[in-house]
C-alpha cells in the first residue's frame, strides 16, 4: 500500500511567487509613523485599484494560495469583518480567531507570543487585535509572517488612519491645501491622533473643536506647531463649519465628563445636523469613524457630503491593498 | 515608486453581471405573503437544480464574485450554518457575524440600521436575524442589497417555510389535493402560521391537532374559513392519523402551560411513535421543524415516512435558490 | 416563467467522485487503536506530500466540492483552527459550528445524535470536538458521512497522537531504535496516553518521568511489558536527558496536587532550560503539545532541537492528510 503509492500533486506545474517586491512585501503594519507620503501614494493606488475590480468582478484570485489568521482578543464585528472581506475578496483563506480565545488556550496560561507563533504555523499573514499597547509590535519581533496591527488599546489603530486619509483624498482630490476640522473628543479618540500624525506630513490647515476637558494632548499639539501647521482650538463646530472641507466627527462619551451637568451643557455643540450643514461649503466632507451616537443626525445620511458610510467601504479597499502588499501581490 | 506602476488587474476580461433578471433579482425576501403560486414553483424548480447540483458536484462557481454578511442577532447554529453551507456551496463567500454582536458596537449604542448600511458596504447581500418583530423589513428600507430575513422574532422566517412546503412538494409529487396535520403548538409556533398561509394557496385540507390552550390563532382561521378551505380542530392525533398525507408535528414547551398538571394531562396527545404509525397511510410523511424533544420518538427516525432530516437538507437547497435568484444568477 | 426555465447548470460536465478507494474512504477516525503500521506509514506520506504542496502552492483544489463541518462543544481555537486552515488548504469549504452552540439547540434540549444528523444534512465530513467519552464513536454510528474525533473529554485526541508520531519520524528519520522520555502529568495526560500507545508498535524504549502521583497508569505499563517494550520509570528528568532522542514534556498542574508544598518540591525536576539541554544529544527533539506553562524555558525556543512548533505545523498536515483519505482524494 505505502510503496508505489500514487502522488495526489503534480509540483512542477506552479510555484507561489511574490509579483511584486517593494518595501511592503514581508512587512509588518504597526504604526502610521512607518508611511511616508510615497508609501501613502502607493497604498492608495492600490486601493484604487481594489475599488474598481470589487466594482467589476466582485472578487478575484489574487491572494490565492494565502491564508490570513485573524486574531482579535477583544470583540471588534466592524474592524473583524472588514479584514475577513478584504482577505475572501482577494481570494485568500480566513481562519477567524476570536470566540473562545479568551476561554481556551489563554486561560491555561498561554502567553501572547506563544499563541502568536503558534497560529503562524497555519498561516502567511496574521491581523491582530488586542487590548494591550504594544502587544502587535512585540508580537512581529517573535514571528516571521507579517503582522498588521488592527488595535492594540491606547496604541494606534494604523489601517484607520489609512482609510480615513485615503477617503479625503478621494473625495476631495488632494490633500495639501485641505482645511480640516476635528471635533468632539479629541483626547482620547486614538483615529483623531493617528489621522492628525498623518495629516502632518501634508500642507494642510488643522481645526479642533472640543470642550475643555477633551482637547488635542499637548505633544500632539506641539509637534504641529514645530512642524509650522496651521492650527487653531475651538469649543464650537459653528467656528469652524464654514471654512472646513473636512468635518471629522467622534462620539463625546458622557463617562469622560466627572460631572453629568457638564456633559449637558457642552454636547449640543458637538451635533451635527441638517442645520448646521447648511452654513458649511458646497464641496466638502463629513467623516466619521463609526459607531456614531447622535453625534450626527440622521437625516444627514442622504446629504452627499455626509460620507462616513463610503469611508467604511473604503477600509476594505484599503485592507485589500495591505493584504496584497505584504504577501508581495500588489 | 508610484509613477508607472504595474497595474494588479486586467479589468477588460470579465464583468459580474446577472444571468437572469426576473422578479427576484435584488429583491427582499422578508415574509411568504409575497410569494404567489408562480413564485413558489420558480424557486422550487430552482431547489431541485440545486439538489441535483450538489449531490454531483458538491459545490460550482455560480455565485463567485459575491460575498453574503450572515448577521445573527441571536444564536441559531441550525439556521446560520444552513445559510452558510448554502453559499459556500455555490461559490460565494460568506462574512458571519455572530459572536460579539451583543459586546462591541450594539453596546457602544449603534442602532441596526447603522449597522446595517455599515455591513452593507462589505457585501452583496444581507441575511438577517434579529429578535425585533419587522426588523428585516426596516433594514430592508434603508440598504440597497437584498435582505434575507431569517427570523424577525416572533414575526416570520419565510425560509422556513418554503422548504417546508419545498418538502411536502418533492415527497409526495404535488401539494393540491392533499391533507396535511399539523400537530402540537399552533399558537405560538411561527413556522406553523407561516406554512399554513403559505397552503391556504392551493386546494388542500388541513386538521389542526392541539391541546385547548394552544389552538391556531383566530384570525388565521378565519382567513381559512374565508378562502373556503376544508378545515377542522382536534385534541387528538388519532383523529387524523389514518387520512393525513403529511403530518407536521410541532414541539409544546412546558412553559406554556400556567399548570404543569395540565400539561402531563395532555402530552401523550401529541406523540408520534411506532405504534401510532401503524394506521397511518403507507404513503404519507412526517414532518418536524426541529430541533424536537420527545415529540417523535426515535425508532421513527428509520420508517422511510420520517421525512424531518431530509426536511433539513431542503432548507439548504431553498436558500441556495434564493441566493442565487436574488442575485440574478437563477 | 416556470415553463422552459433556462438551466442554471450543466451537469453532464463533470461529476464529483473519489479518486482512491482504499481503507481510509468513508472511515472514521476514532482513536489510534484502529492504526496499524501500515495505515501510519501511508497517512504519514500523504502528509509529506502536504507539506510539500503547502510550501510550493500554499494552497489547492484537491478538496473543491467538499464541505467540512467543524463542530466544537467545547472551546480549543488549536485544534479547531488547525482543522479549518487544513480544510481550507485543500480547497474545501467549511462550516464552523463553535460559537452559540451552548445556547440554540442544545438549550432547546437537543440530544447530541439529532444536532449530528442534522449537521449532516450540509456536509461531507464532521470533525467533533464534545467533552464527553464516547461522544464521537456514538455520533459515528448514527450519522453517514465520516467522523473525525477531535477530542472526546478524557476519551482520545487521535490526530494530536498522529501528530506527535509524524514529528519523531519527521525529524529523526525513523521510529523504531529510538529511546523516548515522556515528562510531567503521565497520570491525566491525553496525549501521552494515545502516543504511547502508538509507539508500542514499534522497537522503541521508553522513558517516563513523572512525580509519583502522576506515574503512568498501570494498565498501560503493563501493556508496554506484555509487549516486552524496554521501559523504566524515574522522578527526574536528569536520569534521562542524555540518552533520550525524544523529549515529549506535558504540562505538570497545580491543581493535581492535594497539598501545595508537594507542588513546589517536585516541579522543579519538571523544568526544561538551555542548560538541561547541554547534557542532552546533539541530535534529539524537545516535543510538547501545547500550551505551555514553565515547564520549558523561553530561551529553548531558538534551541534546534526545540522542535514543539514544528509540531504544530504537522497538525496542519497531517490533518489534511486524514481529510483528503477519508473523502476518497488520497
Not at 507570543?113 to 499597547?133: A, F, G, K, N, W
Not at 481645526?207 to 464650537?236: A, C, Q, Y
Request: charged share 25%; with cysteine.
Amino acid at each position: 500500500m505505502t510503496k508505489h503509492l500514487n502522488p495526489i500533486f503534480n509540483l512542477d506545474q506552479f510555484e507561489r511567487k511574490p509579483r511584486f517586491i517593494n518595501g511592503f512585501y514581508k512587512r509588518d503594519i504597526l504604526s502610521v509613523e512607518q508611511f511616508s507620503q510615497e508609501d501613502l501614494n502607493y497604498v492608495f493606488s492600490r486601493a484604487d485599484e481594489m475599488m474598481a475590480m470589487v466594482e467589476k468582478w466582485g472578487t478575484c484570485d489574487l491572494l490565492k494560495g494565502y491564508t490570513l489568521a485573524c486574531v482579535f482578543y477583544e470583540p471588534s464585528t466592524r474592524t473583524s469583518s472588514s479584514f475577513i472581506a478584504a482577505m475572501e475578496r482577494l481570494g485568500g483563506k480566513v481562519i477567524p480567531i476570536t470566540e473562545g480565545i479568551q476561554y481556551s488556550s489563554v486561560s491555561k496560561g498561554e502567553s501572547l507570543i506563544d499563541s502568536m507563533i503558534t497560529i503562524e504555523q497555519y498561516c502567511d499573514v496574521i491581523v491582530l487585535r488586542h487590548p494591550q499597547i504594544g502587544s502587535s509590535a512585540m508580537a512581529a519581533k517573535h514571528v516571521n509572517v507579517p503582522i498588521i496591527n488592527a488595535g492594540d488599546g491606547a496604541g494606534e489603530h494604523p489601517t484607520q488612519a489609512l482609510l480615513d486619509l485615503f477617503t479625503i483624498k478621494n473625495e476631495l482630490g488632494c490633500i495639501n491645501g485641505l482645511r480640516v476640522a476635528m471635533v468632539g473628543d479629541l483626547r482620547y479618540g486614538r483615529t483623531v491622533h493617528s489621522l492628525t500624525q498623518l495629516l502632518s506630513q501634508y500642507d494642510v490647515s488643522l481645526r479642533f473643536v472640543s470642550p475643555d476637558t477633551l482637547r488635542l494632548p499637548m505633544e500632539l499639539m506641539n509637534m504641529l506647531i514645530d512642524k509650522g501647521i496651521d492650527v487653531r482650538e475651538s469649543h464650537k463646530i459653528e467656528d469652524v463649519i464654514e471654512t472646513a472641507d473636512v468635518l471629522y466627527v467622534t462620539r463625546i462619551q458622557k463617562e469622560r465628563f466627572p460631572d453629568i451637568t457638564q456633559y449637558e451643557e457642552v454636547k449640543n455643540y458637538f451635533v451635527v445636523d441638517e442645520e448646521l450643514l447648511k452654513r458649511a461649503k458646497e464641496k466638502m466632507i463629513v467623516m466619521h469613524p463609526l459607531p456614531r451616537i447622535s453625534e450626527i443626525d440622521y437625516r444627514v445620511d442622504k446629504d452627499p457630503r455626509a460620507a462616513y458610510f463610503r469611508q467604511v467601504q473604503n477600509g476594505l479597499y484599503i485592507r485589500m491593498a495591505l493584504l496584497a502588499a505584504v504577501l508581495g501581490q500588489a
